[in-house]
C-alpha cells in the first residue's frame, strides 16, 4: 500500500467533516447499508451539539491501493494548540473554503502554520452549490492570503476543485461532471508527496496526541518518522531535552482503519498510529528503540493568552445540584489531566490549595473545558476571564492583540464599529462583500473581546459573524470601559416567591425563576443603575382580613433572562463568580457576606486612593 498523510483545514461551518463522511462512503471505508452517524468524526457530545471540531481525529481510508490518512483538524484557533501539533504529522493539506464566505480569521490561522512548514495545499472551493455562491472571488481571496502568508512559488501553483460535501461530488471546473468525490482522490494522489520516511533507520515516533482509554489506559497517537516497530517490542520515551523518561514493553500497537482503531502486530515507516503501554512520555516527546540517543523536534507551541481561577464550590448549596466530585484534590487531578494531554493549556495551584489558575488560548477553550468538567460531576467556582500580559525589554506593559474581522449587514455596521471603538479596537479595513454585506477587519485588544460575543449577536440581530485571531503583543491600551450595570443581590436564603421577583422587574431583568433557591450574596438579576442593590427575593405579600373589592390579578412573570456557561463567565466582574454545577449555573459575589463584602470594598477604595 502506497501511504498518504494529509489534513483537511477549513473554518469552523465550511463543511471540513461532512466532507471526511463523504469521502469515508465513497471509498468504502464504510459500508453503503452500514449505520454512520452524520458528522462521524464530530464524537464528542459537545462537539455534536456545537457543530464544531474541538479535538483531531485521524482517520483513514483506501482508495485503488493508496492508503490515506486523513487528520480532521479544529478549525477554531482556541483549539491551536492542537492545530500545530498535528500538522507535524501529515505531508499535504487540503484547504476547505465556503464558496460565499471565502477565507476567514481561522483559516488564515491554520493555512498560516501549514504553508510555514512547507506543505503543499489543495484547494476546495466547498458549496458551490449554495444560491449566494461566488467561486471565482474565493479563488482570488485564497491567492492574496497565500502571497501574504508568504507562499513558495511551488505552494501558489495549487491545484483547485469546486465541491458540494452534502451532495457527494468534487469536480475540476464548474462544468465538468458531478458525479463523486474521484477527482479530489485523484488530486491526493497526485499532489500529495508520499511521507518521507526512513524504513531502515531505527524506530522513531514523535507523539502528538494523548488520550486515555478505560481499558488499554494512556494511548498516544504519531507519526514513525523511521524504522518499524512490532506489537510487544520493548521501546522507550525520551523528553524534548533528551532526558529518558522510561522503558517499557508496548501493550498495544493500534492503525486506523476507517472509524476504528484496529490492532496490527507491525507499523512502518510513513504510518500514523497509536501505542498503548507508556505511562510518563506525553505529547512531543519521542518513543523509540533503545539504541536510539537523539529525540525528535517537536513543534514549539503559541503560549496561552487568557486565564481564569477555578475553585471548589464553597456556597450553601454546594452538593445539593447533582455533582459529586467536590474537593479540591479531584479538581486539581482532572485539570492536571487535561494540562498533560492539551499542550496549549497551562495549570497552576494557588497558595491556598483549593484554587487553580487555568491558562489558555481564549473565551471558548476555557469555556468548553468547565463544561465538560460540568458534565463529568464536578462543582466548581470560576473566576472572570482575565489576559495574560508581559512585558518588552525596557519593562512595559505588552498585552495579546486580535485581528478581528466580522461580516454583517450594511444596517449594523455604524453601531459595530461604534462598540468595538470604545473597546479599544483599530478599524484596518471596511469593503463590502456582496448580498448587501460589509466586512470590517480590526487590530485590537484581547480583553477588548470578553463578553463582546452576545452583545455583538444581539447588535447584528443574529446575522453578524465575528471572527477572531491572536497576532502577538503589543504595547498596553489603556482602559476599557465594563458592564455599566449593577446587579441585584439576594439578601435572604430560601425559596424565591413569585410576589418579590414581580416587584422586582422595574429594577432590570431577573436571572432565576419563582422557587430557586437562593442565598446571601447570589446575584439574581441586573440593577438598572449602575450600583449594586441588596433585595429580598423573599418577601412574599402581606395578608388581611380585608376583601379586595375585585379579586386578585394572578400575578406573570416575565420569561428569566438564562445565561448560558460563556454568557456567565463573561458576564462576571472582579467581584463576582460563577457557581458551575451539572445541574444549574450560578452567578454570585466571590464575599457572600455582605459585612465583609462592604469591608471588603471599602479597603480596596482606600487603597486605590492611596497608589493615585
Given at each position: 500500500?502506497?501511504?498518504?498523510?494529509?489534513?483537511?483545514?477549513?473554518?469552523?461551518?465550511?463543511?471540513?467533516?461532512?466532507?471526511?463522511?463523504e469521502?469515508?462512503?465513497?471509498?468504502?471505508?464504510?459500508?453503503?447499508?452500514?449505520?454512520v452517524?452524520?458528522?462521524?468524526?464530530?464524537?464528542?457530545?459537545?462537539?455534536?451539539?456545537?457543530?464544531?471540531?474541538?479535538?483531531?481525529?485521524?482517520?483513514?481510508?483506501?482508495?485503488?491501493?493508496?492508503?490515506?490518512?486523513?487528520?480532521?483538524?479544529?478549525?477554531?484557533?482556541?483549539?491551536?494548540?492542537?492545530?500545530?501539533?498535528?500538522?507535524?504529522?501529515?505531508?499535504?493539506?487540503?484547504?476547505?473554503?465556503?464558496?460565499?464566505?471565502?477565507?476567514?480569521?481561522?483559516?488564515?490561522f491554520?493555512?498560516?502554520?501549514?504553508?510555514?512548514?512547507?506543505?503543499?495545499?489543495?484547494?476546495?472551493?466547498?458549496?458551490?452549490?449554495?444560491?449566494?455562491?461566488?467561486?471565482?472571488?474565493?479563488?482570488?481571496?485564497?491567492?492574496?492570503?497565500?502571497?501574504?502568508?508568504?507562499?513558495?512559488?511551488?505552494?501558489?501553483?495549487?491545484?483547485?476543485?469546486?465541491?458540494?460535501?452534502?451532495?457527494?461530488?468534487?469536480?475540476?471546473?464548474?462544468?465538468?461532471?458531478?458525479?463523486?468525490?474521484?477527482?479530489?482522490?485523484?488530486?491526493?494522489?497526485?499532489?500529495?508527496?508520499?511521507?518521507?520516511?526512513?524504513?531502515?533507520?531505527?524506530?522513531?515516533?514523535?507523539?502528538?496526541?494523548?488520550?486515555?482509554?478505560?481499558?488499554?489506559g494512556?494511548?498516544?497517537?504519531?507519526?514513525?518518522?523511521?524504522?518499524?516497530?512490532?506489537?510487544?517490542?520493548?521501546?522507550?520515551?525520551?523528553?524534548?531535552?533528551?532526558?529518558?523518561?522510561?522503558?517499557?514493553?508496548?501493550?498495544?500497537?493500534?492503525?486506523?482503519?476507517?472509524?476504528?482503531?484496529?490492532?496490527?502486530?507491525?507499523?512502518?515507516?510513513?504510518?500514523?498510529?497509536?501505542?498503548?503501554?507508556?505511562?510518563?512520555?506525553?505529547?512531543?516527546?519521542?518513543?523509540?528503540?533503545?539504541?536510539?540517543?537523539?529525540?525528535?523536534?517537536?513543534?514549539?507551541?503559541?503560549?496561552?493568552?487568557?486565564?481564569?481561577?477555578?475553585?471548589?464550590?464553597?456556597?450553601?448549596?454546594?452538593?445539593?445540584?447533582?455533582?459529586?466530585?467536590?474537593?479540591?484534590?479531584?479538581?486539581?487531578?482532572?485539570?492536571?489531566?487535561?494540562?498533560?494531554?492539551?499542550?496549549?493549556?497551562?495549570?497552576?495551584?494557588?497558595?491556598?490549595?483549593?484554587?487553580?489558575?487555568?491558562?489558555?488560548?481564549?473565551?471558548?477553550?476555557?469555556?468548553?473545558?468547565?463544561?465538560?468538567?460540568?458534565?463529568?460531576?464536578?462543582?466548581?467556582?470560576?473566576?472572570?476571564?482575565r489576559?495574560?500580559?508581559?512585558?518588552?525589554?525596557?519593562?512595559?506593559?505588552l498585552?495579546?492583540?486580535?485581528?478581528?474581522?466580522?461580516?454583517?449587514?450594511?444596517?449594523?455596521?455604524?453601531?459595530?464599529?461604534?462598540?468595538?471603538?470604545?473597546?479599544?479596537?483599530?478599524?484596518?479595513d471596511?469593503?463590502?462583500?456582496?448580498?448587501?454585506?460589509?466586512?470590517?477587519s480590526?487590530?485590537?485588544?484581547?480583553?477588548g473581546?470578553?463578553?463582546?460575543?452576545?452583545?455583538?449577536?444581539?447588535?447584528?440581530?443574529?446575522?453578524?459573524?465575528?471572527?477572531?485571531?491572536?497576532?502577538?503583543?503589543a504595547?498596553?491600551?489603556?482602559?476599557?470601559?465594563?458592564?455599566?450595570?449593577?446587579?441585584?443581590?439576594?439578601?435572604e436564603?430560601?425559596?424565591?416567591?413569585?410576589?418579590?421577583?414581580?416587584?422586582?422587574?422595574?429594577?432590570?431583568?431577573?436571572?432565576?425563576?419563582?422557587?430557586?433557591?437562593?442565598?446571601?450574596g447570589?446575584?439574581?438579576?441586573?440593577?438598572?443603575?449602575g450600583?449594586?442593590?441588596?433585595?429580598?427575593?423573599?418577601?412574599?405579600?402581606?395578608?388581611?382580613?380585608?376583601?379586595?373589592?375585585?379579586?386578585?390579578?394572578?400575578?406573570?412573570?416575565?420569561?428569566?433572562?438564562?445565561?448560558?456557561?460563556?454568557?456567565?463567565?463573561?458576564?462576571?466582574?472582579?467581584?463576582?463568580?460563577?457557581?458551575?454545577?451539572?445541574?444549574?449555573?450560578?452567578?454570585?459575589?466571590?464575599?457572600?457576606?455582605?459585612?465583609?463584602?462592604?469591608?471588603?470594598?471599602?479597603?480596596?477604595?482606600?487603597?486605590?486612593?492611596?497608589?493615585?
Open positions: 500500500m502506497q501511504l498518504r498523510n494529509l489534513a483537511i483545514i477549513a473554518h469552523v461551518d465550511h463543511g471540513k467533516t461532512t466532507m471526511v463522511d469521502l469515508l462512503k465513497q471509498s468504502g471505508a464504510v459500508r453503503s447499508n452500514q449505520q452517524e452524520e458528522r462521524a468524526m464530530d464524537s464528542g457530545d459537545l462537539e455534536k451539539e456545537r457543530g464544531i471540531t474541538i479535538l483531531a481525529k485521524c482517520t483513514s481510508v483506501d482508495w485503488n491501493d493508496v492508503r490515506m490518512n486523513i487528520v480532521d483538524t479544529p478549525g477554531h484557533a482556541d483549539f491551536g494548540g492542537e492545530v500545530e501539533r498535528i500538522l507535524s504529522m501529515v505531508d499535504g493539506v487540503v484547504l476547505l473554503v465556503d464558496a460565499a464566505e471565502g477565507p476567514m480569521p481561522q483559516t488564515k491554520v493555512t498560516m502554520k501549514a504553508l510555514a512548514l512547507g506543505l503543499k495545499p489543495i484547494l476546495v472551493v466547498n458549496k458551490v452549490d449554495k444560491p449566494d455562491a461566488r467561486p471565482d472571488w474565493v479563488v482570488d481571496q485564497v491567492f492574496d492570503l497565500f502571497v501574504a502568508l508568504d507562499a513558495t512559488e511551488e505552494q501558489l501553483e495549487f491545484p483547485i476543485l469546486y465541491a458540494s460535501a452534502k451532495q457527494g461530488w468534487a469536480a475540476a471546473d464548474l462544468e465538468a461532471e458531478r458525479t463523486s468525490m474521484n477527482p479530489l482522490f485523484e488530486r491526493i494522489v497526485e499532489h500529495v508527496l508520499p511521507p518521507e520516511a526512513d524504513a531502515d533507520g531505527p524506530f522513531r515516533m514523535l507523539a502528538t496526541t494523548l488520550e486515555s482509554d478505560p481499558y488499554l494512556r494511548i498516544l497517537t504519531g507519526r514513525i518518522f523511521s524504522g518499524k516497530v512490532k506489537m510487544g517490542e520493548t521501546v522507550k520515551g525520551l523528553a524534548a531535552d533528551g532526558t529518558l523518561l522510561e522503558q517499557v514493553r508496548l501493550t498495544k500497537l493500534l492503525a486506523f482503519r476507517g472509524l476504528k482503531r484496529e490492532p496490527i502486530e507491525v507499523a512502518e515507516a510513513g504510518d500514523i498510529i497509536a501505542v498503548a503501554g507508556l505511562q510518563k512520555a506525553t505529547v512531543a516527546d519521542t518513543i523509540c528503540a533503545l539504541s536510539v540517543k537523539e529525540p525528535l523536534e517537536g513543534r514549539p507551541i503559541s503560549p496561552p493568552t487568557m486565564a481564569m481561577t477555578v475553585a471548589v464550590n464553597d456556597g450553601p448549596l454546594a452538593g445539593r445540584n447533582g455533582g459529586d466530585k467536590l474537593t479540591g484534590r479531584m479538581i486539581g487531578d482532572r485539570l492536571k489531566r487535561e494540562a498533560e494531554s492539551n499542550v496549549a493549556i497551562r495549570v497552576t495551584e494557588s497558595a491556598d490549595k483549593d484554587a487553580f489558575e487555568v491558562a489558555g488560548r481564549g473565551e471558548l477553550q476555557l469555556g468548553v473545558l468547565i463544561e465538560q468538567m460540568r458534565r463529568e460531576g464536578f462543582e466548581l467556582t470560576i473566576g472572570p476571564p489576559v495574560l500580559y508581559t512585558q518588552d525589554e525596557n519593562g512595559k506593559r498585552e495579546p492583540m486580535e485581528e478581528v474581522q466580522v461580516d454583517v449587514d450594511e444596517e449594523f455596521s455604524g453601531v459595530v464599529v461604534e462598540k468595538l471603538g470604545q473597546r479599544k479596537a483599530e478599524m484596518t471596511m469593503r463590502p462583500s456582496g448580498g448587501g454585506k460589509t466586512r470590517i480590526f487590530t485590537m485588544p484581547s480583553r473581546l470578553i463578553g463582546y460575543q452576545s452583545e455583538f449577536l444581539a447588535d447584528t440581530r443574529g446575522t453578524g459573524i465575528l471572527s477572531r485571531l491572536f497576532t502577538g503583543y504595547p498596553y491600551k489603556g482602559q476599557i470601559p465594563q458592564r455599566g450595570a449593577g446587579v441585584m443581590i439576594s439578601s436564603q430560601g425559596k424565591a416567591v413569585t410576589y418579590a421577583l414581580f416587584n422586582l422587574e422595574d429594577r432590570g431583568p431577573i436571572f432565576i425563576n419563582s422557587g430557586d433557591d437562593v442565598y446571601p447570589l446575584i439574581i438579576g441586573e440593577h438598572n443603575k450600583q449594586d442593590l441588596e433585595v429580598n427575593p423573599l418577601k412574599s405579600k402581606q395578608l388581611t382580613n380585608f376583601r379586595a373589592s375585585g379579586k386578585d390579578e394572578a400575578v406573570k412573570l416575565t420569561t428569566p433572562r438564562k445565561m448560558t456557561l460563556e454568557d456567565a463567565i463573561a458576564y462576571i466582574q472582579e467581584d463576582e463568580l460563577v457557581e458551575v454545577t451539572p445541574n444549574v449555573i450560578r452567578l454570585r459575589k466571590a464575599i457572600l457576606d455582605p459585612h465583609e463584602r462592604k469591608r471588603h470594598q471599602r479597603q480596596r477604595a482606600a487603597d486605590e486612593a492611596s497608589v493615585a
